[in-house]
């Protein structure tokens, strides 16, 4: 199994619906991020958590929130899709307690189109 | 101005051509350089990581930092099909944060 797992991998939605995009991780980290990213815009960061009780906005919050379910769940979700939101979504994990604290491990992505 | 940007290429190269890639940053207290690797349909990759200036080599890879003009580089030497990718130079901000460059894709053609 991966050590970070998004689902769905890819979702087609509706203008004005609401969706929520999982994020489940097996390395035990405490940090978990959601990036968005579009094509000459690279990854930019929607919101992160440093853990359970500790949610923070990022560049790029607004028409997003987020629930950190648990150390190994944090899912993002999109009140009212709009088209502009259509972009490719990475959850990502990242261990304070190494050497590689800067070593994000990523998911394989959301690709989520909103039409 | 952004924290950190990317010539975006692409780049396309033949197989045993050596490539660099390069980023400039904003801000002189910026002191960890990342340089991560993406395939196509998959999520990046850390590839190496600098801190402060200097160089760093690791087989075929050497990451390279130059503070004084705030420029960051990413030399692949005797390139192979494989590494045919996307590659995103990342710095970590004072907020404990990553920001990433918008990516150079790489075409090594056989």
């Known amino acids: 199994d991966a050590d970070v797992t998004q689902t769905p991998r890819n979702r087609i939605t509706k203008t004005g619906k609401r969706i929520m995009l999982e994020c489940s991780q097996t390395?035990?980290?405490?940090?978990m991020y959601w990036y968005r990213q579009d094509p000459g815009l690279g990854l930019r960061l929607i919101y992160y958590s440093f853990d359970v009780k500790d949610i923070n906005k990022g560049e790029i919050s607004d028409g997003y929130s987020v629930s950190r379910q648990a150390q190994a769940k944090f899912s993002l979700s999109l009140e009212s899709a709009i088209p502009n939101q259509t972009a490719l979504y990475f959850c990502?994990?990242?261990?304070?307690?190494?050497?590689?604290?800067?070593?994000?491990?990523f998911g394989s992505g959301t690709r989520l189109t909103v039409v | 101005q952004k924290e950190v940007e990317q010539d975006p290429g692409p780049l396309s190269v033949p197989e045993g051509a050596i490539v660099s890639l390069n980023c400039t940053y904003s801000n002189s207290a910026f002191q960890y350089f990342m340089w991560y690797r993406q395939y196509s349909r998959k999520g990046p990759e850390l590839l190496m990581y600098?801190?402060?200036?200097g160089n760093k080599e690791d087989g075929r890879f050497t990451a390279q930092v130059d503070k004084s003009s705030k420029y960051i580089s990413l030399f692949i030497r005797d390139s192979q099909p494989s590494d045919s990718a996307t590659y995103l130079c990342?710095?970590?901000?004072?907020?404990?944060?990553?920001?990433f460059g918008t990516g150079t894709r790489l075409t090594v053609i056989p």
């Open positions: 990342a710095i970590l901000t004072g907020a404990n944060n990553l920001f």
């Open positions: 390395k035990g980290h405490d940090r």
């Open positions: 600098t801190y402060s200036s």
């Open positions: 990502a994990t990242s261990d304070p307690n190494t050497r590689l604290i800067y070593g994000y491990t």
